[in-house]
């Protein structure tokens, strides 16, 4: 988005709406995750069985900013920065959406392990979560303040996040090899791991989106992308 | 020099270099400096905000300004290296080899084939054959020969808006220019003789050089390898009409092309 306004107001309202709707989906996403692991920590059926209920807002919320966004495109054939805007809503609500869909995953199984005792004191899950949700809400921030730079360290934080995941992994595992009265636990809370480690992914691909809104820059699989240049300039020799 | 300075070269390419162009309406400056490369062979799109410059530089590439009273140029314009305004050279074979095509078509009052075979006669053009031939491949080329083989020798009058278009577009054609102007030719078209005559820019760039000024910025995304903004008589920003359309680098630009102007 440019600095200045748009001439027609009406424009200027609807892409101003888009952006308050995705910072309320945004900030819905964010409650999510922070539920669910509490609702882990503190072994809260109802707080679990809410946060599924919760998603529903944030589905629905991805339905309407689609068409906002197809309205727009078709009615306002944007261009630059606002084509580049519409085009991060589009990809980011999905994303977004998925998130969401991570946290009632985390919640389903808090809803499994209720009927066992706890396996173990949970200290990397936690962590993982907060980064996590601390990682969302770094990103939203980046994209209100168009701050390509504060979306680039984001995904520096992916690492983060994915050390924790092998730590995690590698923990659970002792246990599993301990005792098999432990597995069905365990896996419970490797999945739930798993599913962090994917939401701080999906977050990277939100942060990789500012970047491309604010500088035009593609960052999106660099090396993979480097790779496969250089494998196609080795066939053409 | 004289006319034959700026016969067509055995290989045109159609490339227009422009060099440190300024355009005056007696002593106020209404353009420049400009300096760019208009690539051969291509579709530019120059577009901006009214009395920008565009319609002026558009003129200047071919001359027409010097109809204007008081109008002054300065700089060079180089169409395959051949200098337009060098000493000598005559505008009238400028124009035979940069054509030019008005926002309003503006045929003459006379038959189908006159109007397309006019430019031919006036270049000395007798032999009717001849005549007949390259006015039928000019009105193929503009897409028009299917619909007047018929009646070519009825009034030019008689077509429809989007078809006396494309018939001043064969009628620049029939001389064989290099380069082809075109000063919005669809503003005053219904979406589909609009869509015709942007098909036919398309094609058009396969053989001849197509520099056109547009109001309308999907037409320019449309239509152009490249596109040109110009504001207040300035070249602001000169680039690949992909870029211009997706990122472009100066604020002024994007702020005209997303509508934030003013």
């Known amino acids: ?237 | 020099m004289t006319q034959t300075a700026l016969a067509a070269s055995e290989s045109p390419t159609g490339n227009l270099a422009v060099s440190e162009l300024f355009v005056y309406y007696g002593p106020k400056r209404a353009l420049g400096p400009v300096t760019m490369l208009i690539p051969g062979k291509q579709v530019t799109a120059l577009v901006g905000p009214s009395g920008c410059g565009k319609s002026t530089f558009l003129r200047s590439l071919n001359r027409m300004n010097e109809m204007i009273p008081g109008c002054h140029v300065k700089g060079e314009v180089n169409l395959d290296d051949e200098p337009i305004y060098g000493p000598g050279v005559d505008a009238v074979a400028v124009r035979r080899r940069i054509g030019m095509v008005f926002q309003k078509s503006n045929p003459f009052p006379k038959s189908i084939y006159d109007n397309v075979a006019y430019g031919l006669r006036i270049g000395g053009l007798t032999d009717r054959s001849e005549l007949g031939g390259k006015v039928e491949h000019a009105l193929k080329q503009s897409a028009l020969w299917d619909e007047v083989k018929d009646r070519l020798h009825e009034s030019a009058l008689g077509l429809s808006g989007g078809q006396q278009q494309r018939l001043c577009i064969a009628r620049a054609l029939a001389v064989e220019p290099d380069v082809l102007l075109m000063d919005e030719p669809a503003s005053a078209l219904d979406p589909i003789a609009t869509a015709h005559i942007e098909e036919l820019i398309h094609e058009l760039a396969h053989n001849y050089t197509v520099v056109i000024v547009t109001h309308n910025m999907q037409q320019a995304a449309r239509v152009s390898h490249h596109t040109a903004f110009f504001y207040m008589g300035d070249l602001v920003e000169f680039d690949k009409t992909e870029t211009i359309f997706t990122k472009p680098k100066q604020s002024r630009t994007e702020d005209y092309i997303t509508g934030r102007f003013g």
């Open chain 1, 1 to 237: 988005m440019a600095g200045r306004e748009h001439t027609d107001r009406e424009y200027e309202q609807e892409l101003r709406q888009l952006r308050e709707q995705l910072l309320v989906m945004g900030s819905h996403v964010e409650s999510i995750i922070g539920d669910s692991i509490r609702s882990l920590l503190e072994r809260d059926v109802k707080l679990a069985e809410r946060t599924i209920q919760a998603d529903k807002t944030v589905n629905r919320m991805e339905v309407e900013l689609d068409g906002l966004c197809l309205q727009i495109l078709a009615r306002r054939q944007p261009v630059a920065s606002d084509l580049r805007f519409i085009t991060l809503v589009l990809k980011v609500v999905t994303d977004l959406e998925r998130i969401a869909d991570l946290g009632v995953n985390i919640c389903e199984r808090v809803l499994e392990l209720d009927a066992e005792p706890q396996l173990k004191p949970y200290v990397d899950i936690p962590h993982m979560g907060q980064e996590v949700q601390s990682m969302l809400r770094e990103v939203l921030d980046a994209f209100v303040a168009k701050d390509a730079n504060r979306a680039r360290k984001i995904i520096e934080r992916d690492e983060v996040v994915d050390a924790l995941y092998a730590q995690v992994f590698r923990e659970l595992l002792t246990f599993m090899m301990e005792s098999g009265h432990n597995v069905y636990r365990a896996t419970r809370l490797q999945s739930i791991a798993k599913y962090l480690e994917r939401m701080a992914d999906h977050t990277t691909n939100l942060a990789e989106m500012v970047i491309f809104m604010v500088d035009g820059e593609d960052v999106r699989h660099l090396t993979s992308r480097a790779e496969t240049d250089e494998l196609i300039r080795r066939d053409h020799n």
